[in-house]
């Protein structure tokens, strides 16, 4: 498992941007799958972005297709997310998730290392 602290979240307007960070303990960082997934209040944890150890190859949630982009920095141990034209309905606490699977990784279960989360809140 790897270390993993977030950073970035905050309040914004609706149509705002905000780019969250997370930064991994593991210099062998660039070798996982890395994934964000986030938590609204009563709801189940669900999957937004993930980019793949494999190939780089990015995946999406609908909701987010053309909004939010997932980036990683291999030499600095970081991956992002750049989140933009937010809405109310993206508010909730985001985690940073690693993994090395490259297989099913929109699941919750392909990642074995989780951040402890970051609140994002829209207002309307």
């Known amino acids: 498992q790897v270390r993993l602290v977030e950073s970035g979240g905050g309040l914004v307007q609706a149509g705002g941007s905000l780019r969250l960070s997370c930064a991994a303990s593991?210099?062998?960082?660039?070798?996982?799958?890395v994934g964000w997934f986030r938590q609204a209040p009563g709801k189940e944890r669900e999957f937004v972005a993930t980019?793949?150890?494999?190939?780089?190859?990015?995946a999406y949630t609908d909701s987010v297709k053309g909004r939010f982009t997932i980036s990683r920095d291999n030499a600095k141990n970081t991956v992002d997310l750049q989140m933009n034209s937010l809405k109310p309905e993206d508010t909730a606490v985001y985690y940073c998730a690693a993994g090395k699977y490259s297989a099913g990784v929109t699941g919750a279960a392909a990642y074995d290392s989780w951040g402890q989360g970051t609140q994002v809140t829209v207002s309307s």
């Open positions: 593991d210099r062998t960082f660039s070798s996982y799958t």
């Open positions: 980019l793949r150890r494999d190939g780089g190859s990015t």
